[in-house]
């Protein structure tokens, strides 16, 4: 089992940083494959960016390229997402989320699908 917890949402104007963590703890530590995820109201749940380390390419959902960054704490294993540059339709409920494998992280963020799921935390960007 897996626990993940994601902090750092809130209320950012438009052009504005936010940058979101994701605490990963567990029996097992270990995960094939991490990402973010993201739903806005009266739309599906979507990949924002996942990452594995069996693949140094990392995926990025084409609307947040150059804008948002995945990364990792190797110390600790903290997850974290540096969303720059925000706009309004960046507005959704953020969501961490860890699969246990063997499908390939660009799958995972494609198909938005995972074994485990943090709560979410709210991103909402408006003036």
């Known amino acids: 089992q897996l626990q993940l917890v994601e902090y750092g949402g809130g209320l950012v104007r438009p052009g504005g940083s936010l940058r979101l963590s994701c605490a990963v703890s567990?029996?097992?530590?270990?995960?094939?494959?991490i990402g973010w995820f993201r739903q806005a109201p009266g739309k599906e749940r979507e990949g924002v960016s996942c990452?594995?380390?069996?693949?140094?390419?990392?995926y990025y959902t084409r609307s947040v390229k150059g804008r948002f960054i995945i990364s990792r704490d190797s110390l600790n294993g903290t997850v974290y997402l540096q969303m720059n540059n925000l706009k309004p339709e960046d507005t959704a409920v953020y969501y961490c989320?860890?699969?246990?494998?063997?499908?390939?992280?660009?799958?995972?963020?494609?198909?938005?699908?995972?074994?485990?799921w943090g709560q979410g935390t709210q991103v909402t960007v408006s003036s």
């Open positions: 567990g029996s097992t530590g270990n995960y094939y494959a």
């Open positions: 990452m594995s380390d069996a693949d140094p390419d990392i």
């Open positions: 989320a860890a699969d246990m494998g063997p499908v390939a992280h660009q799958a995972m963020c494609v198909l938005a699908s995972a074994d485990y």
